[in-house]
């Protein structure tokens, strides 16, 4: 066929993909359920802000206060939370009860406080074997264990043929004793965790006391916040680790690892009627996050499930690959979706989650599940989206899947599904 014959063909299809880029202009831009929060509620950005810090301020010194054998050994990471403290508590608004906050934080000498708690929960950890954090222990025996491997492989690689059979077992003992020593070292630290938790608490309570006294007051300034704003308080949910708070109401508890993390909203003071959620909002499946991102920040941290093993949305086996490169096709395909909670519990998804299968935060603690979406793409290609809690280092994990592996995954989302 000639050029020229060719040539109406091209105009034809060059027509056709305008008209549809023309359509495609015209509609509606999608907004992400943050910007509709944030609309229906007519809230500002700095107000949202404002609350995610703060939610910040009373989160951490919440978590140190329960569980501070969690930061002991973990310098790098204790100064990096104590940095973004401070910051956060300059950034504090400007209105008295802002002022307050920050005077008390001041006066206090709340970050010295962390330190010396610290210090003291190290020195009793020194005093029974244990001088280094168990994520530290963990990556030496790693790299004790790598460079034997390696020598292994090396070897194989001259060998001839025949004699793997003879080098097999060998390999197989590299390949399982990571999983050996690692389960190991968890359950020493674990069991010195349980062990030592309430004698760490009673040598340091009069500190810990201060911190957690400083918490409530941070909770206290927050819910104030929220009413004057007359944002529905039952829409604002959070994690903390310690039932010794007022002015909440407790939603769930549950334990993961030995920690109890409890789900709480504020409580309204009493005699006060519920502020009513906005229509919008309640047609909203999607449970509403605390610690709302701003509009312009898209989500990075997705991790997605691949070499699945899934039945009638049953998974078995996955490889979790985190997905940074595809994050900006993930965020559109999100934006793009539906979203419904999961009719089951997470664990009748995933049965052997924390035990034969886990998903792990870039720092390398494993992530915990608390919430699962059924998304729709489209109206035409359902996956599920896990959210994670927030982890130790302060990050939030977002895990995709397929529902069965026998899903067909349109072209468009090959890139995100595929391994």
Known sequence: MTEQENKPNADADSSGNQERESRRSRRPARKTQAQLIQEALGMKQVDIVDIEEKLFIARFLDYFSEETLDFIFKDKQINKYLEKLSLKIENLGINEDDKLLKMKFEEREIDNLVRQVKARAEETATEKGFNTSADKRLRK???????????????????????????FPILCVFCMLPQFLKGSVLRKW???????????YTENRDDIAVLKSYVQEVLNNIRDKLLELKVPLQLIKFVLHSADYENLDLINQKAFKGLTQYY???????????IPIPEHLQQLNQPVSPLLK?????????????DMKAKQGV???????????????????????DFV?????????????????????????????????????????????????????????????????TDTVPEELRAIFSS
């Not at 090396?154 to 060998?159: E, K, M, P, V």
């Not at 994050?327 to 395909?333: E, G, H, L, R, V």
């Open 141 to 167: 025996l790693s790299m004790l264990i790598t460079i034997p491997l390696l020598v292994v492989i090396t070897i194989l690689a001259f060998l001839p043929a025949i004699e793997y059979t003879f080098m």
């Open 341 to 405: 909670s999961a009719p089951i519990d997470f664990t009748k998804i995933i049965p052997t989650y924390g035990k034969a299968l886990n998903v792990y935060c870039e720092c390398g603690e494993a992530v915990e599940i608390i919430n699962v979406q059924i998304c729709t793409w489209k109206k035409e290609f359902q996956y599920y989206l896990f959210e994670s809690a927030r982890c130790n280092c302060g990050e939030k994990v977002y895990i995709l899947s397929v529902i069965d592996d």
């Open 294 to 306: 701003k509009p312009e920040e898209a989500e990075q941290n997705f991790i997605v499930l691949t």
């Open 190 to 200: 674990n069991k010195f965790k349980e062990e030592n938790r309430d004698d760490i």
């Open 315 to 337: 998974i078995e086996e996955f490889t979790p690959r985190l997905s940074k490169k595809v994050a900006d096709q993930i965020n559109k395909m999100l934006n793009e979706s």
């Open 264 to 274: 709480y909203t504020f409580a309204y003071p009493p005699g006060m009627e519920p």
